[in-house]
């Protein structure tokens, strides 16, 4: 059960001193065995006071608005309210416990007095201790909650960025491949457009989502290699190798597809005789670990320049993983390596 700050202080406060009356009522049984009636009502009487004047001390501190003081500023504070506390506090149960309930007709003796004030000073000193604690405490939380709140949501709003981005740049380059068959064959431009259709209609469904299953994502990886299989014949050849357990992940909607699309674009399409795509997922540590190989040649210069899908892959594991995910791309024995490593969530 979650409690309010206000909730959470009147707790504390009455369940605080209960405590402490408690505390004085044992150690007064220890002494002679048994609890008189004046005795119960003398702790009821200073329970009561205790609360009255710590509370009271308490709405000083926010009108005065002491608790946004800096800590250096709070000593003096401090220490002159637990001393006025102590003297409030001795006179108000000298009057209601001495003078009405136990009846004593003589005045209080000044050792009595000094004995006493400096009882007092120590416990509304802890009390003061206690409750800047409590307020700071609470307060760093509830901060922190707040700053996790609004991550999150900056975090959700950019995530929706990239993922709109994505849409739109992969039916451009849909589209331009459906128009170059379109002269040459248009049988297979019409087999593309069937194909695209299917893409888009699962990609916009899957681009709503945070996260999707492997086995959804690579269903799309595939219509698209079949769309770019029509488009390029015999020049591109698709290898694929998925471990079955690594269906069960969850992966952002589009990103390996994505990462597909810009192997063929930079790398496969390129090569006057084609090349080769080459994807391959496993579990090593219970992370699912994706590996795509393309025939060509990784410039890194020239692809910071027009690699939309590398910055944009970037950009979302670091949003959805932070340091938990892994993303790499190299040149590896005359062909192109790019890793994504993304842990089960």
């Not at 068959?181 to 087999?191: H, M, N, R, V, Y």
């Amino acid at each position: 059960m979650i409690f309010s700050k206000t909730k959470l202080y009147w707790i504390l406060q009455l369940f605080g001193w209960v405590a402490y009356v408690s505390l004085i009522g044992y150690f007064n049984f220890s002494s002679y065995g048994y609890f008189s009636t004046n005795f119960i009502f003398s702790l009821i009487s200073i329970y009561l006071i205790c609360v009255f004047v710590s509370h009271g001390y308490r709405s000083i501190i926010v009108k005065y608005n002491l608790l946004n003081l800096h800590l250096s500023k709070l000593i003096i504070p401090i220490f002159l309210g637990a001393f006025g506390l102590s003297i409030v506090t001795f006179f108000l149960k000298w009057l209601l416990v001495d003078i009405i309930i136990e009846q004593k007709q003589s005045f209080f003796l000044w050792s009595d007095f000094f004995f006493s004030i400096a009882s007092w000073f120590v416990i509304y000193l802890l009390w003061s201790l206690f409750y800047f604690l409590f307020h700071y405490v609470t307060n760093y939380k509830n901060e922190e909650i707040k700053n996790l709140k609004w991550e999150a949501k900056k975090n959700e709003i950019e995530l929706n960025r990239l993922i709109s981005q994505l849409n739109p740049h992969f039916i451009f380059n849909a589209m331009n491949s459906i128009r170059a068959l379109i002269d040459e064959d248009p049988k297979s431009a019409k087999t593309a457009i069937n194909q695209l259709s299917n893409v888009l209609r699962n990609s916009l469904l899957m681009g709503k989502k945070k996260l999707i299953s492997f086995s959804e994502e690579l269903k799309l990886v595939e219509d698209y290699l079949s769309l770019e299989k029509t488009r390029f014949e015999e020049k591109l050849t698709i290898k694929l190798a998925i471990n079955e357990n690594s269906k069960n992940f969850l992966v952002p909607p589009l990103m390996i597809q994505t990462l597909v699309e810009n192997a063929i674009k930079h790398g496969t399409s390129k090569l006057p005789k084609g090349g080769t795509i080459e994807i391959i997922a496993s579990i090593e540590a219970d992370k699912l670990k994706v590996i795509i190989y393309n025939s060509g040649y990784y410039d890194e210069q020239a692809c910071s320049e027009t690699g939309f899908g590398l910055a944009n892959t970037k950009q979302r594991l670091e949003l959805l993983y932070g340091k938990e995910a892994l993303f790499s791309i190299k040149n590896e024995e005359e062909r192109v390596k790019t890793m994504v490593v993304i842990p089960s969530k």
